[in-house]
């Protein structure tokens, strides 16, 4: 028996808001229009066009089609081979950016198991929730590897920036070398990952302070061990020592 790391995200709130399934008929179309929510559409089988942002896609079977709220789009069932498809909305922000289609075949699954929300009243918007977030990680799942090493990077920046971690560390242990791993890093972020990290600890310093904690048991808790260098590095990134900002902030 053993146990996984679960990293905290801090999500916001996804709520499903509209769910269905049609087989159309013949050129049958729907647009051009707008959401206030975010739709996805699977393909479970036929063919259809995918307009947005001035880009047209020819979907079939297997892919989804992704509408964000408040971006105009069209979409129409093929003259031969009309499309079936699933469709389910909800509001809130995905936990990853989000592309126009998908060629998710493996995710039928999910989107036929969404059809199962008739067998309940009360909990039918848990259950769909559950069905949208399993179909999150399929997607996360798929995201380019740089994506994911980037984002694995600042999870473990997040989650153990109180821990004395240095970059070398991190690239080791998203198996990626240094150099290589700091570009794919700025140029996701735009910051280098030294820097992130030290304006994390920062940031977190800042609250730590004004919640009255001393500077010492500030630096231990940011990943500091000992207090020359936490102050040495807070002056130079505030402009000011902490324990002069502790000082000023409890007068």
Known sequence: MGSEIVI??????????????????SLHSFGPATRFYWLFHFVVSGRGKFYINNKCYSLSEGMMFVIPPFVETFYQADDNEPWEYIWIGFSGKPPLDLEDTYNIPN????????????????????????????????????????????????????????????VQQIADRIHLERTYFSNIFFKRIGVSPKQYLLNYRMEKAVVLLQQGHSVTTTAFSVGYSDVYTFSKMFKRHFGSSPSKYFKEIHK
């Open 107 to 166: 995710a039928f699954h999910i989107f036929e198991g969404m059809k199962l929300s008739h067998n309940y009243k009360k909990g039918r918007t848990e259950f769909l929730l559950s069905k949208i977030w399993e179909l999150f990680s399929v997607l996360i799942e798929e995201k380019p590897q740089a994506s994911n090493s980037v984002d694995t990077a600042l999870n473990l920046i997040h989650s153990e920036y109180m821990l004395p971690i240095t």
């Open 8 to 25: 905290n995200k801090g999500y916001n709130d996804v709520n499903p808001v509209q769910f269905g399934y049609e087989k159309c008929k």
